[in-house]
């Protein structure tokens, strides 16, 4: 009889310790994309989240995005698989610089060297828009004339 009595206090006690397992949070692929399911079962919707320290955003469906986004007036890039690019990145045979808020830098000076367009592409031999020359390579290479 102790035995049967230890064999049902073991089962409910796994029972309940599996009833109070939380689910893990997880990415979810349906056929519209990528989602990713909180562990209460919630997803964040037209909006930033830190997930394992990289930074992705999520329309307002809840799917996660890529690419060009602009979001709130304000420029960025979201590497393939999601995730917010930061510092020096070249898209497309171009070279943007992006915050570590992820904000690209635009119309104006990076490093004091590097000269980013209102595209937000770094700017090449030419003139900048406040008269100084840049080279080949994006970099301020003589005074202002």
Do not use: C
């Not at 809840?62 to 979001?71: N, R, V």
């Not at 979201?78 to 570590?100: R, V």
């Not at 406040?130 to 970099?139: E, F, H, R």
């Amino acid at each position: 009889m102790k035995k049967k009595w230890l064999i049902l206090a073991v089962t409910m006690a796994m029972t309940v310790a599996q009833a109070n397992t939380a689910m893990a949070s997880i990415w979810i692929k349906d056929k519209t994309g990528w989602w990713y399911q909180h562990n209460n079962g919630s997803y964040t919707k037209g909006n930033w989240e830190k997930i394992r320290d990289r930074w992705y955003y999520f329309n307002s469906k809840g799917y996660l995005t890529t690419g060009w986004q602009e979001i709130k007036g304000v420029w960025y890039y979201l590497k393939p698989g999601g995730p917010m690019a930061t510092g020096w990145q070249n898209i497309d045979n171009k070279w943007y610089y992006f915050h570590s808020s992820g904000r690209m830098a635009a119309n104006g000076w990076v490093s004091g060297k590097y000269y980013m367009g209102s595209d937000g592409a770094m700017l090449t031999n030419t003139k900048t828009p406040d008269g100084y020359q840049v080279g080949a390579d994006g970099k301020w290479v003589d005074a202002k004339k």
